[in-house]
């Protein structure tokens, strides 16, 4: 230490140096949580893409049906 304290060395090693280790573990844990907010994104991104596929179909089974309903009931001459 720099200075003379009442607190005895080793306390103060050891509170430094797991000072340091925090600091240096906060870049890792901080690109971990960023490639799990990124995950999480793509897999609700791509929940998203499904539901709009899912409504799509829907859309274009309705369009079928109201034509064939169209075709069916039309007069025949």
Do not use: W
């Not at 103060?12 to 690109?31: E, F, R, Y």
């Not at 799990?36 to 929940?47: N, R």
């Not at 079928?64 to 007069?75: G, K, Y």
């Amino acid at each position: 230490m720099a200075f003379p304290t009442s607190v005895n060395d080793q306390i103060t090693d050891a509170v430094t140096q797991s000072n340091v280790k925090v600091l240096g573990d906060a870049p890792a844990i901080a690109m971990g949580a960023i490639y799990q907010a990124t995950a999480h994104a793509a897999g609700i991104a791509a929940e998203n893409a499904v539901a709009n596929q899912q409504s799509v179909n829907e859309l274009g089974i309705a369009v079928v049906t109201r034509c064939v309903n169209a075709l069916v009931s039309a007069p025949r001459k």
